[in-house]
């Protein structure tokens, strides 16, 4: 009886060790890292937008915490004092001059979804909720029209993003390692591979990898 660890995930494994004989043979102890798919959500994110700025009142207002911050004889207190009221009165300032806007991560699109095949999508789920309620037939077939449009459109974006990113495999090989990991279903990260005589686990030496 031959006891083997096979695994084409070699970063999972650990502490693989050959323990005492039972029967005609050695028992093999190992660890396996938790592999169970973990969901991370995007918080909501807040973009200022620099070119709509106030700058003459940010600059005023900066001016005026100025005066205050020295009357205030700063040297009397600590480094982290002075820099965390700094930070809130120069963040407060920001907040009162310069417009903005918040994202959420919900609402990121893949590189291939282009603007047009969005358009597609949304006339087609359009077209779907009419097609849900008692309508004509013409209805219908409108419906079945734009949903093979947005099909299309969609793998045809796909094949154009990657054959762009395969055929820049050599000059952005990042990208192409962006695309590997933004593809995968779990959260298991790219294996290790081989170079010459070297095995690479880590990431940055595998986009750095030749092709």
């Not at 693989?16 to 592999?35: A, K, M, P, Q």
């Not at 003459?56 to 004889?73: G, I, R, V």
């Not at 009162?96 to 994202?103: A, D, E, G, P, Y």
């Amino acid at each position: 009886m031959l006891d083997l660890v096979l695994s084409t995930y070699p970063g999972t494994i650990s502490d693989v060790s050959v323990d005492r004989e039972f029967s005609d043979h050695c028992l093999v102890s190992f660890n396996i890292l938790s592999t169970t798919p973990v969901y991370s959500s995007h918080p909501p994110r807040k973009i200022y937008l620099y070119n709509k700025a106030n700058f003459h009142q940010l600059k005023a207002d900066m001016c005026s915490f100025q005066q205050t911050f020295l009357n205030s004889q700063p040297e009397l207190l600590s480094v982290n004092r002075n820099w965390t009221k700094l930070k809130e009165s120069l963040m407060a300032a920001v907040d009162r001059n310069v417009l903005s806007k918040v994202t959420s991560g919900h609402r990121c699109h893949p590189p291939w979804l282009a603007k047009s095949v969005r358009k597609l999508i949304l006339r087609r789920d359009r077209l779907a909720k009419a097609a849900k309620k008692p309508c004509t037939q013409i209805d219908r077939e409108k419906y079945r029209k734009a949903r093979n449009a947005a099909t299309s459109g969609i793998q045809d974006e796909y094949q154009k993003h990657l054959n762009n990113v395969i055929g820049n495999g050599d000059s952005d090989p990042r990208a192409f390692y962006r695309f590997i990991k933004s593809r995968r279903t779990d959260t298991i990260r790219i294996p290790s591979l081989k170079s010459g005589d070297k095995m690479l686990f880590y990431r940055r030496c595998q986009s750095q990898m030749p092709q």
